[in-house]
C-alpha cells in the first residue's frame, strides 16, 4: 500500500487540445503553478472525451479527471484541489463539480468569470493589450445547447462596451454570437484594422479556422478589415494566470478549513 499523503495535489483539468501551440500554452500555466506551489504535485486532466479518445487513437494517453484522481489515490494522496482552466463555469464545470473519488477529498477552484470581481480582474488583465482607435474583438466561445451559461459572457460584454467604444465582444455559439462582429466590420471601414484577442486558454481550430480561416463565413471576412491580427491565448497572459493562481488558493484553503466544494 502506499504511503498516506496529506499533502493536496493539484489537478489543471483543462478540456483538452492537440495543437502544438496548445501544449506550448499548457506548459506555460504548469510552469507557472509549478512556481507558485513548489511542494505540491501538480498532474494534468482532459475533459473532452472526444480529444481524449482521438490521442488515445494516436497513442498518446490524456486521462481523463476521475482516472487522474483514481491515480492520485492509488500513489497514497488524501486530497486534491481540481483547478478547471475553464473561462466560465459552465457544462464542462458541471461535469467537473459532479466527479468524485472514495477516500479521496476534493475542493475545485472556480473557472475564471465566476464572479465580478473575476470580471474586474480579468478586464485589467486584457486592457494593455487592447489596441486604441481601432476595432477589437474579444473571441469567447459560447453555448449553443444551454443559453444559461452564456450569462457570463453577456455580463461581460455589458462590462467591457460599456467602457470601451471600440471593442466588441462575439462568440463562436450562442450568446452573444456574431452579430456583434457588424459593428467591428463599420468600424473597420473607417480604420482598415481589426484585432481579435481570444477569450479561451489555448485557442485552436477556433481561432485558426472559425476566426481566421480563409472561407468568407469566417469573422475576419466578416469584419472584412484590410489587416487582421490575432492575439495570444488567454494561457500566455501572465495576469490571467494570477486569477486561476488565487483560485487554486482558496481551493487549498477549503481543503485546509474543511468547507469542500
Given at each position: 500500500?502506499?504511503?498516506?499523503?496529506?499533502?493536496?495535489?493539484?489537478?489543471?483539468?483543462?478540456?483538452?487540445?492537440?495543437?502544438?501551440?496548445?501544449?506550448?500554452?499548457?506548459?506555460?500555466?504548469?510552469?507557472?503553478?509549478?512556481?507558485?506551489?513548489?511542494?505540491?504535485?501538480?498532474?494534468?486532466?482532459?475533459?473532452?472525451?472526444?480529444?481524449?479518445?482521438?490521442?488515445r487513437k494516436l497513442g498518446?494517453?490524456?486521462?481523463?479527471?476521475?482516472?487522474?484522481?483514481?491515480?492520485?489515490?492509488?500513489?497514497?494522496?488524501?486530497?486534491?484541489?481540481?483547478?478547471?482552466?475553464?473561462?466560465?463555469?459552465?457544462?464542462?464545470?458541471?461535469?467537473?463539480?459532479?466527479?468524485?473519488?472514495?477516500?479521496?477529498?476534493?475542493?475545485?477552484?472556480?473557472?475564471?468569470?465566476?464572479?465580478?470581481?473575476?470580471?474586474?480582474?480579468?478586464?485589467?488583465?486584457?486592457?494593455?493589450?487592447?489596441?486604441?482607435?481601432?476595432?477589437?474583438?474579444?473571441?469567447?466561445?459560447?453555448?449553443?445547447k444551454h443559453t444559461e451559461?452564456?450569462?457570463?459572457?453577456?455580463?461581460?460584454?455589458?462590462?467591457?462596451?460599456?467602457?470601451?467604444?471600440?471593442?466588441?465582444?462575439?462568440?463562436?455559439?450562442?450568446?452573444?454570437?456574431?452579430?456583434?462582429?457588424?459593428?467591428?466590420?463599420?468600424?473597420?471601414?473607417?480604420?482598415?484594422?481589426?484585432?481579435?484577442?481570444?477569450?479561451?486558454?489555448?485557442?485552436?481550430?477556433?481561432?485558426?479556422?472559425?476566426?481566421?480561416?480563409?472561407?468568407?463565413?469566417?469573422?475576419?471576412?466578416?469584419?472584412?478589415?484590410?489587416?487582421?491580427?490575432?492575439?495570444?491565448?488567454?494561457?500566455?497572459?501572465?495576469?490571467?494566470?494570477?486569477?486561476?493562481?488565487?483560485?487554486?488558493?482558496?481551493?487549498?484553503?477549503?481543503?485546509?478549513?474543511?468547507?469542500?466544494?
Amino acid at each position: 500500500m502506499a504511503k498516506s499523503i496529506n499533502l493536496p495535489a493539484i489537478v489543471l483539468a483543462a478540456f483538452g487540445a492537440s495543437s502544438p501551440i496548445a501544449r506550448e500554452v499548457y506548459a506555460n500555466v504548469e510552469a507557472r503553478v509549478r512556481t507558485a506551489f513548489p511542494e505540491h504535485k501538480i498532474c494534468w486532466a482532459y475533459l473532452s472525451q472526444q480529444i481524449v479518445a482521438k490521442q488515445r487513437k494516436l497513442g498518446v494517453f490524456l486521462p481523463t479527471l476521475s482516472e487522474a484522481l483514481v491515480s492520485l489515490k492509488q500513489d497514497g494522496f488524501e486530497k486534491a484541489a481540481i483547478q478547471p482552466l475553464l473561462v466560465v463555469p459552465g457544462e464542462e464545470f458541471a461535469a467537473v463539480k459532479s466527479v468524485s473519488c472514495d477516500g479521496l477529498k476534493l475542493s475545485i477552484g472556480d473557472p475564471l468569470l465566476s464572479s465580478e470581481t473575476d470580471m474586474e480582474a480579468a478586464l485589467a488583465a486584457i486592457t494593455p493589450h487592447i489596441q486604441k482607435d481601432i476595432p477589437n474583438v474579444l473571441i469567447c466561445h459560447g453555448n449553443q445547447k444551454h443559453t444559461e451559461y452564456n450569462e457570463p459572457l453577456l455580463r461581460l460584454k455589458s462590462l467591457v462596451e460599456s467602457r470601451y467604444y471600440n471593442v466588441v465582444v462575439a462568440s463562436i455559439e450562442g450568446d452573444p454570437g456574431r452579430s456583434p462582429l457588424l459593428r467591428a466590420n463599420e468600424m473597420a471601414k473607417i480604420h482598415g484594422e481589426v484585432v481579435f484577442i481570444p477569450i479561451m486558454m489555448a485557442a485552436g481550430e477556433h481561432v485558426t479556422r472559425d476566426v481566421m480561416g480563409d472561407d468568407p463565413g469566417s469573422w475576419k471576412h466578416i469584419v472584412g478589415a484590410r489587416h487582421s491580427a490575432c492575439l495570444e491565448p488567454l494561457g500566455k497572459n501572465a495576469s490571467i494566470l494570477e486569477i486561476y493562481l488565487s483560485h487554486i488558493g482558496d481551493a487549498m484553503q477549503r481543503l485546509t478549513i474543511g468547507a469542500l466544494s
